[in-house]
């Protein structure tokens, strides 16, 4: 009897040793990838995943010698940090609004999360005969460059965030890849040239959001004010169409500022709409948590 009441004492003692090692893992691992956001929040050039070009740079990359080259990954043109520099921003304001807590339950998801916010741009290129098409949409119009209504970044959004929602309690893992890519099209709706219709082979689309990418921590912004309570009178599906519109038409009054040769310009554009991103990705994710009952 003593033999076998030893023998549960040890093998209980071993699965406790074991258990706490693993929880002594994941949450190492969990800090790791919440100190990770912090510092690409503050600027830091880490990405989470392969990381994507500026559009306009794909072709550049093409045609070199070593398409597979990674010089671009240490260039201020070539990768593109700010999708993922914006959802990292949009978490420290959930922080600062509301509470840790609160933001916690993104942060554990951080590297996901800011990874997908980049998948887009990668898996999601449209027809090859428009490229990026279901990335634009004017608000004025509702169309994008080639003049679809069904395939614009509106569309994207809703489709992502309501499949974000809808899976959340199913396959949470897959939710969050979704907010992710939601999160990619809200963000491109708050750049003049997406809003405007302003492809990058006819305009200084690449220029400018290679200027953003290089100043980005100049338009870093720590709260969201009242953004939180734009809309909250509509169900979900309603607010995000009417979030996104919020920020193209607000990014399409930049169109001009944000096309000019100017440097000047081209700063006074981003002083409103990079800020404005930040918002309204941070209110975003808010709404999210309260759809999915984590809040």
């Known amino acids: 009897m003593k033999k076998f009441l030893s023998s ?3 093998g209980t003692l071993l699965f406790s040793t074991l258990g ?10 969990k ?7 912090y510092k690409i929040a503050n600027g830091s050039n880490e990405i989470f995943g392969e990381g994507i070009l500026l ?9 070199t010698k070593n398409p597979n080259s990674n010089i671009y990954r240490f260039q201020s043109g ?6 993922q520099y914006l959802v990292a921003r949009a978490l420290g304001i959930l922080e600062n609004d509301m509470s840790p807590k609160i933001a916690d339950k993104l942060y554990v998801y951080g590297d ?5 916010a980049d998948k887009p741009d990668i898996d999601e290129k449209s027809p090859f005969y428009a490229p990026y098409s279901s990335h634009f949409y004017n608000p004025h119009t509702g169309k994008n460059y080639i003049g679809q209504k069904q395939n614009t970044a509106l569309i994207k959004f809703k489709e992502h965030a309501m499949n974000a929602k809808k899976f959340y309690n199913i396959n949470k893992p897959y939710a969050i890849e979704e907010l992710g890519r939601a999160c990619h099209y809200l963000e491109d709706l708050n750049v003049p040239h997406h809003a405007a219709n302003l492809v990058a082979v006819l305009s200084n689309h690449s220029d400018y959001e290679r200027f953003v990418d290089m100043y980005r921590k100049d338009f870093a912004i720590s709260s969201a004010e009242d953004t939180y309570d734009k809309y909250n009178d509509m169900d979900f599906e309603n607010y995000c ?3 996104l519109k919020d920020c193209a038409f607000n990014a399409y009054n930049f169109k001009d500022k944000a096309t000019s040769k100017k440097a000047s310009d081209l700063r006074e554009a981003s002083e409103n709409v990079v800020p404005y991103a930040q918002k309204h990705l941070a209110a975003f994710l808010y709404r999210f948590l309260v759809e999915v009952k984590e809040i």
């Open 8 to 10: 549960i004492l040890i």
């Open 31 to 37: 800090n790791e990838i919440k100190s990770k956001v």
């Open 241 to 243: 169409e009417a979030l």
């Open 112 to 116: 996901t999360l800011l990874e997908f």
């Open 78 to 83: 070539g990768i593109d940090h700010t999708h």
């Open 20 to 29: 706490t090692s693993a929880l002594a893992k994941e949450n190492i691992q």
């Open 55 to 63: 559009h306009g740079d794909e072709e550049e990359k093409k045609n």
